[in-house]
């Protein structure tokens, strides 16, 4: 058991940049028929104001829903309205490495926020501890992955500005949204933050693909497979032929 710890503490402090406290924080833009450029879906599961109910939280392949029935990872807490913009806030622990994920419920109507606010962790700003129980856990711009899960936003508007890099930490973000590596390239150049994966063309953002992301990050798989493995969970899940969906994502720059 001591060594098991030990490597952890190597693992993540010479990779991630710290030990015990590394954490992947999930950003979810609730699917919004009424706020959102998006194709319409049915109006129970497009309420963006209805967290329970949502298409990329509350359903069967929503973030929330998806994660609980993961065996790997322990579903620790929920936390409701814990900051302006977010509905809830979910808390998970990895059962063999105890790296922390939180997910955030955003507004489907705070698009531009919660793009922003994604930006700025990428950048490693807006830094937040998180008190839960007897842990600390070090998220927002301490956190190691950053991943963003929604509409791509940047379709309908352009942000005022982008964060530059606040340190020398370094930073993985996956976004799964609709062509994000054409329309967030530049602003994750900026940010300084390294893209593990994200997409080429029109996708569903939904939590089947997240899964093999967190789960090869905290075990340092390569990018390539990873990426494959995103891919193959795609496919299997909207039939949409592998060769398609290793198109659909990339990985790197």
């Not at 899964?211 to 497979?225: F, H, R």
Request: charged share 20%; with cysteine.
């Amino acid at each position: 058991m001591l060594r098991f710890i030990m490597f952890s503490c190597i693992l993540f402090t010479g990779l991630k940049g710290y030990c015990q406290q590394a954490s992947i924080h999930v950003l979810v833009a609730l699917c919004d028929n009424k706020h959102q450029g998006i194709v319409k879906v049915p109006a129970k599961i497009g309420n963006g104001q209805d967290p329970a109910n949502n298409l990329y939280w509350g359903c069967g392949y929503g973030v929330k829903t998806f994660l609980k029935k993961q065996t790997d990872w322990q579903f620790i807490k929920q936390i409701p309205h814990p900051h302006n913009n977010i509905y809830e806030r979910i808390i998970f622990r990895h059962k063999r490495t105890h790296v922390y994920l939180i997910a955030d419920a955003y507004d489907g109507a705070k698009m531009k926020e919660t793009i922003t606010d994604f930006m700025q962790y990428a950048a490693g700003r807006n830094k937040e501890r998180i008190n839960v129980d007897t842990a600390t856990i070090r998220t927002g711009g301490y956190a190691g992955l950053i991943v963003f899960i929604g509409h791509n936003g940047l379709m309908d508007f352009a942000l005022n500005q982008v964060p530059q890099k606040a340190d020398n930490q370094r930073r993985d973000i996956a976004i799964f949204a609709c062509a994000s590596k054409p329309y967030f390239y530049e602003a994750i150049r900026q940010t300084g933050a390294h893209p593990l994966i994200w997409t080429t063309h029109l996708m569903s953002p939904e939590a089947y693909t997240l899964v093999p992301v967190i789960n090869g990050w905290i075990q340092q798989e390569k990018s390539a497979t990873i990426h494959e493995q995103v891919a193959q969970a795609y496919h299997q899940y909207q039939h949409c032929g592998i060769k398609a969906a290793r198109k659909l994502f990339a990985t790197g720059w």
